[in-house]
Every structure is written in C-alpha cells, then in structure tokens.
C-alpha cells in the first residue's frame, strides 16, 4: 500500500429515527477517538441492561466516524452457535470487499495461508494468495492472531480504523482470546474496538465474563455504562417516533412503565399507536391501567409478545422462520425455506419492518430490530414444532450451499443438533465433525472439544472409523492447547480403533504423533527442519487421518 492510501469506507451499522441523550456517553467516546486517531488505540466496552441502546450508540458513534474520516468495519457476536471467530470473520471479509488487489497482497504478507482460513473471499479477490499451509497446531493460533492484527494496520493505510463489535456476551471462546490478543497490540496503534455487551446476561460459564473483567482490572479497556433514559429524554424520543401527540397520561404511563428503557419505550409508543386500548382511547385518556395493561407494562418481552399477536398470519409464520435462521438473514434463504414466497413473502416483510420487528440490513438481507423481538417469538413455539423448523432450515441450508455445504457445517450441524431426535443422528454427527475440522483449521481448539464431545456422544458405537476420526481431531485440539497427555490419551484411542478398522495408514500417522510424546506426556523430540521445510515427524506436522 502506498503512503496515505487507504481502502475505501464500508457500510457502517444501521441507525434510525428516535435517537435521544447518551451525550456524555458520546463524549467520552470521541475524546477516546481522537487519542487513537494520534496513535494511542484501545477498547471501549458499551454496556447496560437488553435494550439500554449499548448496540444504537455504537451505531451512532460508528456513523460520526465514518463521516469524519475513519475507517469502520463490524462484527456481531450470535447467541446461537456458529463458525468460531464469527465476527472476526465479519470484519476481515469487510476489509478484502473494501481493499484493492494490490493493497491486499501488500497487507497479506506471508500470512495468505492462515487468513485465508479465516476469509475464503481473499483467495478469490487477491489471486495468487495461498489457501493451504502446514501450520503446527501448537504455533497456529499465534500465528493467526498476530496475522489479524497485522492485516488490518496495513489495510487501514493513513486512516484511523474503529471496529464495532456488537453482542460480545454472546462471543465465543476463540473471539475473546483473539480480543485479548488485540488489547495488548492497539496502544501504539490508530485502532479502537469498540464492544457492546448486556450485562444482565454475563454468565460464568461464558468466555467474554471472565474475560471482561481481567481487561477492565488490568486498564486495558474503557467501560462505559449505560442508565435509564431520562423522563425528558423519554418524552423527545416519544415525540420524534409518534405521528400524533399522545396525551399527558399517555406519556406518564410509558416514563413509569418502561423505567427509561428505550428498546421498551419503542415498543411502548408503537402499541399506543397500533391501540389506545393500554393507555387511553377514542381521545379519552383512562386515570389508570386495568389488570392486562399493568401485565403487559410490566415487560417488555410481553409488549412484544402482545404486538406480534396483531400481526398478520403471514408475518407471523415468516418471523418464526427467519427467527429459527438466526438474527440475519437473506430472502433468498428464507424464500428457499418454502413458508411463503413472492408477493406474499414481500408483504409479510415490509409488514414487519414497519412495525420494528425487522431492520433491512443490505441488499434483500435483514435482521431483526433486536435479539428480545427473535427470542420472544422463538419462546412461544412448542418444542416439537421448533424442532421440525431447525430441521427444515438445516433442508434448506443444505440445498441452498451445495457443493459448498462443508464449509457452513458448523451452521447446518447447529440446526440439525437443535432438531433433536427429528434428525438422523449420523448425520448430524457427520456435519458436527466436519465442523470440528473447520474449527480446527482456525486454531479454535475448545470449540473443536466441544463439538468432539457432541460428536463422540451421537456417533453409533458401530461407526468405528468416524470415531477414531473423531478421537484423531480431539488430540490435534489438545495438542494446539500444549495439553499433552490428554493428546496422547486421544491418539491412543484414535489409534486402537484404526487398528480394528485395518487402516495402516491413519494408523501409521497416529504412530507418528505418539513417538515423539515421552511416557510422561513431555515432547520427546523437536520437529526438524530442512532446506525443504519441516519434516512431518512432530504430533503437529503429522499428517491427519481424513475421511
């Protein structure tokens, strides 16, 4: 990249009418802006209860810094499981969609093979950049972090690069070590991230919570907190989204009931003008709420519930689709799904865009207005009909991605496991597996035992060689995590059933790891190296038996 080149400006996240307050916020978070823009990067954290605003603010200030000259790419972390590293990815295929071929192979270096994993579209952009590379288990996630980090400082070029993060309590474990990684890289750098996340939804068991608290403790992230909207500011954001001036009751009622939250506000202020029959009606504001309107103001998950009620068949059946999808989705996907299509699939969309429920999120793509709307609508549906959904969204994906359908395992295998019993366990294993391997090519090693775990408890006790597979992918997980009698445990296992099968070949490469792991689990020989490369005699270097 030449001096003072950089790529041009990418979609920013989409923002809205309605928007009030937060000006302190936003003030703390240009002054962090304009520290990065002289080269003192850094991580902001946005945080607040579901529905605060953490993911409009961002949205806002995203918006602000694309118009004063920065560079901004973004990601979102997804409740549901997917591809590890799922927002990384987002940011890095905005990066190559936005940056020249020269630029590219400029920024790419000697890393093609590891970023190439992680971005399919970069081999297709940027020919001549390499897709494969025998990189060890044990260096791999190193590599690719450093590889990230290093991509984008050179793809930024003279502007100052934000990255939005949005959803981080949902981020999966190879995220918040690669956000961890990043931490300790952007002081010198003209790069900040900034990160939303529900504090109310912190579970201990999940990566982002620990993590969160040992960047906060160690200074090397910012959090700002987000309170309830004033009853002022409630009133301006009322105002701007309502076509007719509510009454003064009206008005107290939602500042009482929604406790300043917007998400609730919002819903609150379309319920009144969808139906007077919660605050008031027929111009006559009522003195006080009955027994259901007290019920419903009590939770904003019920007002939504309530307002999905009075949505029309058609775009009740296509939330429930799209919703079993994921938080984005294409029409094209949801059109090959078969619920509804053409005109009527096109009504039931702008039905819900107009009632907030849905966002356009680019071209025939949408998302939902926020994860509360698609979890609601998901909470109503019995077990068995959710099952039957994720198994004919796992149909659809599968006929939909085709020859390409192993590069989207982990999605498929997620519906497919999310079916239960509807779906053929050997087949949902085989997806889950190929996952694994995916995982795996990523340095994403605790979702690779995850899904072994998954795998190993599905696969039939007759499918011996999936399960010494299975068992051959546990040890390379192990083996990248510096866990080495728990990867000599793995192969020993992979090994014996090879041996059953007759395979010598996958057998002999299992041999191969284990004869350089000691009795005690301690490497007993260092991988040599040749003019002509490595030699593959290392656990890390031997080849993986295949399918």
Known sequence: MTPGEAPSPTPVLPTGDGFVGRDQERLDIRMALERAAT???????????????????????????SRKGWWVLSGRCAEQDGSPLGPVREVLSAAVASSSVKSLHEAV???????????????????????IGDVPSDRLREQLFRAVFD????????????????????????????????????????????????????????????????????RRAQRIALARLSDREVEKMVAAMAETPLTPVQLIGIQAATEGNPLFVEHSALYVAESESMLGGGGQAQASYTEEDLELAQSVRGLIGRRLERLSEPAQRMLVAAAVIGRDFDISLLEAFGELSGHELRDALDEAKRGHFLASAGLDRYRFGHDLVRQRVLAV???????????????????????????????????LYQAGTAADPERTSGHLLEAARNALAVGAFEEV???????????????????????????????????????????????GRYEEVGDSRAAAGIHARLRDIGADGAVAVAVEHTEAGPIATSPAEAELPNR
């Open 39 to 65: 080269g003192s990067g850094g991580i902001l954290f946005v945080a607040g209860a579901p529905g605060i605003g953490a993911s409009r603010l961002a949205s806002e200030v995203a918006v602000e810094a």
């Open 109 to 131: 270096g000697t890393n093609g093979p590891v970023l190439a994993r992680l971005v399919p579209s970069l081999r297709q952009k940027a020919r001549g950049v390499s897709g």
């Open 151 to 218: 991509f984008l400082v050179s793809c930024q070029g003279a502007k100052p690069l934000l990255i939005v993060l949005d959803d981080l309590q949902w981020a999966d474990e190879a995220t918040v070590l690669l956000l961890r990684d990043m931490a300790e890289r952007l002081g010198g750098s003209k790069i900040v991230i900034l990160g939303t996340y529900w504090e109310s939804e912190l579970d201990s068991a999940r990566p982002f919570t620990t993590a969160v608290s040992r960047l906060l403790r160690r």
């Open 381 to 415: 549906l019995p077990l068995p009909r959710l099952q039957a959904y994720h198994l004919a969204v796992a149909d659809t994906l599968e006929r939909v991605y085709g020859k390409s359908a192993n590069e989207h395992a982990s999605e498929i295998g997620h519906h």
């Open 449 to 495: 035992l995850r899904l072994i775990d998954v795998t190993l408890q599905l696969l039939p006790g007759e499918k011996i060689r999936d399960r010494a597979q299975a068992l051959a992918i546990r040890g390379q997980a192990y083996w990248g995590l510096a866990r080495l009698s728990d990867a000599k445990a793995a192969w020993n296992g992979a090994l």
